[in-house]
């Protein structure tokens, strides 16, 4: 055979290694650019850096429709839907969309659940969704924490104090009542990092952000905060042991005096006129003491007027409402209907009752559920860890988005945030966590006990050293 009649084979190039890959591999890549896409999007809308520097570059809606993409590329948006707390937001937000024809103006509904409602469910399904172990819903749990004391720390260096409450001049928390909300939020996951932390240094670093935030929600003059923050803490002080009990009300007194003592008195005085009708000492105050407290008597009262409001519409449309973002459209033909000029043109004050008299009272099901599926979640998870020390993380997890729940369950009784972000992030952590804690709890209670950890007798329980031989150390 000659050299001329060898027929060369055609060299073979070397794939790419990408090419390699299967599609778990690529749904896998996925689920990972999405989680940190994830963790930068909660720093973002909760630090609201971009409320006060650079808010015309759009980073967080840019952020958002990454994120989107890489739910639906990765499949993530069905697990999240597959939890109990996914099956309750997807009722709700399938409710939404049927209330829409039965709206007082259909067209704003339909903007209303696009805009707003669209902005919340994508989210959920991205926390619930895209956290794939425990360490990562553990990371993106102190994203948000750390998020909300960058937050702290620029309502202490931009916010306004220029009504006598705390605010920032633009953005989301430009509403008092919504940055104290948040801050508020701030307590159980920096409660989490403080039980977390084994050095003194960390532990009294995170004690004293736990101070500073609480003293910056003090500021904001919420009420409803109030009333969170002592439904929260009496919850903290049930679950502690009898030999914590006593700190924690030491630690509390003290925090508390502390924060009394540095408050104005105008502050003071705003959270002492709850319901109060008239002000009998009004006629000692000051003129910026007496515009904050008649402006307390008067959220009071406007509270009251749209609280019965949400009532009645509720009664008058029970099945769909009167459409989603709809209360003021039908608080202002009401009062038209009375003779008045026009309406007051405010939300309801209360997330219940907007869900209620917006969404008919199948909405307001779908929301409790939601609610009472986050609480009982997070709750079994703390239940079935705690006391057991290598399960500490765990149990301060679920604890922690447990409280957060509850400050979010008490504070939007005085509050109308019901489509807002703010749930859908910490039910998607809570549902992350029940999705993610069964297979860490397993692996570390099934782990081998390394055997330099065990005891000599253990391997022979019989050995007893003879006289004369040294004692096994």
């Known amino acids: 055979m000659t050299a001329e009649t060898i027929q060369r084979r055609p060299t073979v190039q070397p794939r790419p290694a990408t090419a390699f890959l299967g599609a778990a591999d690529t749904v896998d890549a996925f689920q990972k650019i999405g989680y940190g896409m994830l963790v930068f999007f909660l720093f973002l809308v909760y630090s609201r850096i971009f409320d006060v520097k650079f808010w015309q570059l759009h980073i967080p809606g840019i952020a958002l429709r990454f994120m989107l993409a890489m739910v639906v590329l990765s499949g993530a948006f069905l697990k999240a839907l597959r939890t109990n707390i996914g099956r309750a937001f997807l009722l709700f937000t399938v409710w939404m969309v049927v209330d829409i024809p039965f709206s007082m103006w259909r067209s704003g509904s339909f903007q209303h659940v696009r805009d707003i409602w669209g902005i919340s469910f994508v989210t959920f399904l991205s926390v619930a969704g895209l956290i794939a172990n425990f360490q990562q819903c553990r990371k993106a749990t102190y994203t948000v924490a750390w998020a909300l004391f960058v937050l702290a720390l620029i309502a202490r260096f931009w916010g306004s104090i220029d009504t006598g409450r705390l605010f920032l001049p633009q953005g989301k ?33 995170a004690g004293a952000v736990m101070f500073f935030i609480l003293v910056m929600t ?25 030999a914590g009990k006593f700190k924690l009300i030491v630690v509390g007194v003290l925090a508390i005096g502390l924060i009394l003592v540095m408050m104005p008195g105008k502050l003071l005085r705003r959270y002492t006129t709850y319901m109060e ?3 009998e000492s009004a006629t000692v105050m000051d003129a910026s003491d007496y515009d904050m407290a008649h402006s307390a008597l008067s959220s009071a009262e406007t509270r009251k007027y749209l609280l019965r409001a949400s009532i009645k519409y509720t009664a008058q449309h029970p099945i769909f409402g009167v459409g989603p973002g709809m209360f003021p459209v039908a608080e202002d033909a009401d009062a038209k209907s009375q003779g008045r000029n026009f309406g007051r043109w405010q939300g309801t004050h209360n997330s219940y009752t907007q869900v209620s008299c917006e969404m008919g009272i199948p909405g307001l099901i779908a929301y409790l559920a939601v609610i009472i599926f986050g609480l009982k979640t997070s709750a079994g998870i703390y239940r079935k860890t705690r006391g057991d020390p290598r399960l500490k993380q765990i149990a301060t997890c679920s604890a922690a988005l447990n409280y957060c729940l509850i400050v979010y369950t008490v504070s939007v009784f005085f509050d109308y945030i019901a489509y807002s972000m703010m749930l859908p992030v910490f039910a998607g952590l809570v549902a992350a966590l029940g999705v993610v804690a069964p297979a860490e709890i397993e692996r570390i209670t099934t782990a081998p006990v390394a055997p330099e950890t065990i005891p000599f007798e253990q391997y022979r329980p019989n050995w007893r050293p003879t006289a004369g031989a040294p004692a096994q150390a």
């Open 218 to 242: 003090s500021k904001c003059g919420s009420r409803g905060a109030l009333v969170a923050f002592a439904v929260t803490l009496f919850w903290l002080f049930l679950r502690t042991p009898v």
């Open 173 to 205: 928390f430009s509403n008092p009542n919504e940055m104290a909300q948040a801050l508020l939020l701030g307590l159980p996951l920096w409660w989490m990092v403080f039980m977390d932390s084994i050095s003194v240094t960390k532990k009294v670093f």
């Open 277 to 279: 009708e008239n002000d």
